[in-house]
């Protein structure tokens, strides 16, 4: 199935040696090994970084833009997400991480932060007014809003409908930058610090929103070495440039969201095999009494994305300590009137057997038919996640029963025995019993 939806998520086909350790590890079952490669389904591709960080051998690719980018614009606005600053060790003031941007090279930053409490503050007032939308799906989460999109469509009513914070970031940073330059809005380049594939993927391709006014996506990893020089001539001479309290600094750990809503009633989880079971007893109503839900893909939120250097967990220890002295919210102001969604967000689901109703429902009659044929191990050596996967792939066409080893056995064991018998049929023995029988 086509898809065209951008993806920041790529495989490198010269390096995949046919694994299938990262089939295993997709959660929306994306990945199939065929011919000994890997493959991905475009259609089925949360951007959530699982194989790249389960790729022993670096096929799994994170797209994003070079830091070479940057000389496309003549005025640069960095956009630092929060989970950039617990990458340094014995960080006590996010300005000197601020002030070694500026060295870098960027013209402003523009906290991610301080946009975030702002999405807090919007959130809170719109959880309130809305008790028959209980309870709300946080939607900051660029893989969470993917995977509800495509298999969960009793859910998408329970989107919050605000853009998230980068996005209010670059549109406040963008209209700043003019006011203060008087340049074109072409001439000033918006850099979004990214910790994860998932929002590069959402920046160029945004939901609920017709357009972003994000130019450019770098990598966490990449910046942190780049800033590495210029830390100890900041820490001696810190600008005074941060904004954000500890509310938008704690979006980057699990939690964080949730806590800047000021509310008792909510569930956080973090890691995308537990998301996975959270949506599901949400759309079971196995709970009661949420009014808010905060969904990360990544272990440990934000900073375990796979664009980071530093252990999610110690990074997380490393925001604890980093917000123990901040305001409670940097943000006193006025909300900037902007921030909703704009386009409605539809249910995207993937038709993975085609066809129409009856042909499709035949078609899974199928599936079940065949998937009794395997011995229900799903141990991936077909190069499917499953025996149902396989199943589908065989009904779409894209393999073939005996891909299953298992099957593939009993057929050379059914051949060697036929081959066996003709073998007996044709010896000198039963070549002898023919003219005796003719007597």
């Given at each position: 199935?086509?898809?065209?939806?951008?993806?920041?998520?790529?495989?490198?086909?010269?390096?995949?040696?046919?694994?299938?350790?990262?089939?295993?590890?997709?959660?929306?079952?994306?990945?199939?090994?065929?011919?000994?490669?890997?493959?991905?389904?475009?259609?089925?591709?949360?951007?959530?970084?699982?194989?790249?960080?389960?790729?022993?051998?670096?096929?799994?690719?994170?797209?994003?833009?070079?830091?070479?980018?940057?000389?496309?614009?003549?005025?640069?606005?960095?956009?630092?997400?929060?989970?950039?600053?617990?990458?340094?060790?014995?960080?006590?003031?996010?300005?000197?991480?601020?002030?070694?941007?500026?060295?870098?090279?960027?013209?402003?930053?523009?906290?991610?932060?301080?946009?975030?409490?702002?999405?807090?503050?919007?959130?809170?007032?719109?959880?309130?007014?809305?008790?028959?939308?209980?309870?709300?799906?946080?939607?900051?989460?660029p893989s969470i809003l993917k995977l509800i999109r495509i298999r969960f469509l009793s859910l998408i009513e329970h989107l919050l409908p605000i853009q998230p914070p980068v996005?209010?970031?670059?549109?406040?940073?963008?209209?700043?930058?003019?006011?203060?330059?008087?340049?074109?809005?072409?001439?000033?380049?918006?850099?979004?610090?990214?910790?994860?594939?998932?929002?590069?993927?959402?920046?160029?391709?945004?939901?609920?929103?017709?357009?972003?006014?994000?130019?450019?996506?770098?990598?966490?990893?990449?910046?942190?070495?780049?800033?590495?020089?210029?830390?100890?001539?900041?820490?001696?001479?810190?600008?005074?440039?941060?904004?954000?309290?500890?509310?938008?600094?704690?979006?980057?750990?699990?939690?964080?969201?949730?806590?800047?809503?000021?509310?008792?009633?909510?569930?956080?989880?973090?890691?995308?095999?537990?998301?996975?079971?959270?949506?599901?007893?949400?759309?079971?109503?196995?709970?009661?009494?949420?009014?808010?839900?905060?969904?990360?893909?990544?272990?440990?939120?934000?900073?375990?994305?796979?664009?980071?250097?530093?252990?999610?967990?110690?990074?997380?220890?490393?925001?604890?300590?980093?917000?123990?002295?901040?305001?409670?919210?940097?943000?006193?102001?006025?909300?900037?009137?902007?921030?909703?969604?704009?386009?409605?967000?539809?249910?995207?689901?993937?038709?993975?057997?085609?066809?129409?109703?009856?042909?499709?429902?035949?078609?899974?009659?199928?599936?079940?038919?065949?998937?009794?044929?395997?011995?229900?191990?799903?141990?991936?050596?077909?190069?499917?996640?499953?025996?149902?996967?396989?199943?589908?792939?065989?009904?779409?066409?894209?393999?073939?029963?005996?891909?299953?080893?298992?099957?593939?056995?009993?057929?050379?064991?059914?051949?060697?025995?036929?081959?066996?018998?003709?073998?007996?049929?044709?010896?000198?023995?039963?070549?002898?019993?023919?003219?005796?029988?003719?007597?």
């Amino acid at each position: 199935m086509e898809t065209n939806h951008i993806h920041s998520v790529q495989l490198d086909r010269e390096q995949c040696v046919g694994c299938t350790n990262c089939i295993k590890r997709c959660p929306t079952g994306a990945i199939r090994v065929r011919d000994r490669k890997a493959r991905i389904a475009q259609e089925l591709c949360i951007d959530c970084g699982e194989c790249v960080r389960i790729c022993q051998h670096h096929a799994k690719i994170p797209v994003y833009d070079p830091l070479s980018s940057m000389d496309d614009f003549e005025y640069r606005i960095a956009l630092p997400a929060p989970s950039l600053y617990v990458q340094f060790n014995n960080l006590d003031d996010t300005n000197i991480v601020l002030t070694a941007l500026r060295k870098m090279g960027f013209d402003m930053v523009f906290e991610v932060g301080t946009a975030a409490e702002i999405v807090s503050e919007m959130s809170r007032h719109y959880v309130e007014e809305h008790p028959e939308m209980w309870p709300l799906i946080s939607t900051a989460c660029p893989s969470i809003l993917k995977l509800i999109r495509i298999r969960f469509l009793s859910l998408i009513e329970h989107l919050l409908p605000i853009q998230p914070p980068v996005e209010i970031a670059a549109s406040m940073a963008r209209k700043k930058a003019m006011e203060e330059t008087g340049l074109a809005p072409e001439k000033i380049g918006v850099f979004f610090i990214s910790p994860c594939p998932a929002k590069v993927s959402a920046c160029k391709d945004p939901t609920g929103v017709e357009k972003t006014d994000v130019d450019r996506v770098l990598a966490i990893r990449d910046v942190y070495v780049k800033l590495l020089p210029f830390m100890p001539q900041s820490a001696k001479e810190p600008m005074d440039l941060a904004e954000a309290g500890r509310i938008g600094i704690g979006w980057g750990v699990t939690g964080g969201e949730a806590a800047g809503l000021i509310n008792d009633h909510y569930l956080a989880a973090d890691g995308i095999e537990n998301c996975i079971k959270v949506l599901s007893d949400l759309e079971d109503q196995k709970f009661s009494n949420l009014q808010f839900v905060e969904l990360d893909a990544c272990a440990g939120g934000c900073v375990g994305g796979v664009l980071t250097v530093e252990n999610p967990y110690s990074a997380k220890t490393k925001m604890m300590v980093l917000r123990k002295y901040m305001p409670v919210s940097g943000w006193h102001g006025d909300l900037p009137g902007i921030g909703m969604w704009t386009e409605e967000v539809e249910y995207d689901p993937v038709d993975s057997l085609g066809g129409g109703l009856m042909e499709n429902l035949r078609r899974m009659a199928r599936v079940e038919e065949l998937t009794k044929h395997f011995p229900g191990i799903d141990c991936g050596a077909c190069g499917a996640p499953s025996c149902s996967a396989l199943a589908e792939d065989i009904i779409k066409g894209e393999a073939k029963e005996t891909d299953c080893i298992y099957v593939l056995w009993d057929y050379v064991k059914r051949i060697s025995g036929v081959v066996s018998e003709i073998g007996g049929a044709a010896s000198p023995a039963g070549k002898k019993d023919g003219p005796e029988k003719d007597r």
